[in-house]
């Protein structure tokens, strides 16, 4: 409608604005808009992606990747070849392309990492997690393979027993009652709540529930069961510098996580794909159970396999009497 619209309009003189002297933004505003049409037909129709972010075609970022060599150049307007190869150089491998100066003709919408080679030992950051490079380790699979103490963990076999998934459905309400404390998002904090009290009356939640207990939704328990089978399989393999990461990594490989708050599908169409509200609350959620449950892991491989002290302290206080 709008290209109908522009091509129908006409200036005072009755002549065509695509024929007049200030046709030309006139025409790219046309050919932008049939071009992301056609993209639109080209690829979210036909499922290749599942949205589309137009402002990521804009010429901004070329702006600000010239201005950033400009800037390494003594703001110079026509560096040489041998200039702009070794500010090029300098952009990918020590620094990221941002706005150089507060001059510039246009501002970064988003923070999007690219990448970059540093020299220094990468430092591990909270907010941040590549699930993108996820790979599956070959020694682990080997290893189980050959008949290690690693048993089978397999969906639908003992993660889905009765007195296991009450147990993690209970873990999942105090999960859900941490991170509710945490998440300021409206939208993702009502998803990690379940209003129905009836589904909850006669599971173990139901039984301890005395009025204070959080009722967690179906899928945070789904993402604490993946995450439960996860830990039963490679938790013989723990020996690693950030053990909860590598677990992390591997649910995500496990799951396809387009499968779990689906409320949230149109809430982050407007957010970064690496750094969206639901790859985040996701991480949140297994972060958590990890650190419960490598907890509990570990106080019970600290204790003694034969508790003595009871035993010792009955024969020596009541010897000979």
């Not at 075609?57 to 600000?64: A, W």
């Not at 991480?283 to 958590?288: D, E």
Request: proline residues 2%; aromatic residues 8%; hydrophobic residues 35%.
């Amino acid at each position: 409608e709008i290209v109908k619209k522009v091509n129908g309009q006409q200036e005072r003189s009755k002549i065509s604005i695509l024929e007049s002297q200030r046709r030309t933004g006139f025409n790219g505003l046309i050919i932008c808009l049939t071009s992301i049409k056609n993209l639109f037909t080209d690829l979210i129709l036909n499922d290749q992606l599942d949205f589309l972010l137009t402002y990521k075609m804009s010429q901004d970022h070329l702006e600000m990747f010239f201005s950033a060599i400009r800037a390494k150049g003594g703001f110079t307007n026509n560096p040489t070849a041998t200039q702009f190869e070794a500010a090029y150089k300098r952009l990918i491998v020590h620094s990221e392309v941002m706005v150089a100066s507060e001059g510039a003709n246009c501002i970064a919408q988003d923070v999007t990492n690219i990448l970059t080679v540093s020299s220094g030992r990468k430092k591990i950051e909270e907010n941040y997690l590549d699930m993108l490079c996820v790979e599956e380790d070959d020694e682990l699979l080997n290893d189980n393979a050959s008949g290690d103490v690693i048993l089978n963990y397999s969906m639908g076999s003992r993660v889905e027993e009765r007195f296991t998934s009450d147990i993690i459905s209970y873990i999942a309400g105090y999960i859900s009652r941490k991170i509710l404390r945490t998440i300021k998002c409206k939208h993702c904090s009502l998803e990690c709540i379940d209003s129905n009290k009836d589904v909850w009356s006669t599971t173990l939640l139901g039984i301890k529930n005395k009025g204070g207990l959080t009722r967690p939704s179906t899928d945070i328990i789904s993402l604490c069961k993946a995450a439960e089978t996860v830990f039963n399989t490679y938790k013989f393999h723990l020996k690693l510098y950030n053990p909860i990461e590598y677990l992390i990594i591997k649910t995500c490989s496990n799951i396809n996580i387009h499968n779990y708050f689906k409320n949230l599908s149109t809430h982050i169409l407007s957010q970064s794909p690496l750094k969206n509200h639901l790859l985040q609350l996701i991480k949140l959620i297994l972060k958590t159970y990890f650190q419960i449950r490598l907890h509990h892991y570990n106080k019970v491989l600290s204790q003694p396999q034969d508790r003595i002290r009871s035993h010792f302290t009955k024969i020596i206080h009541f010897r000979q009497q």
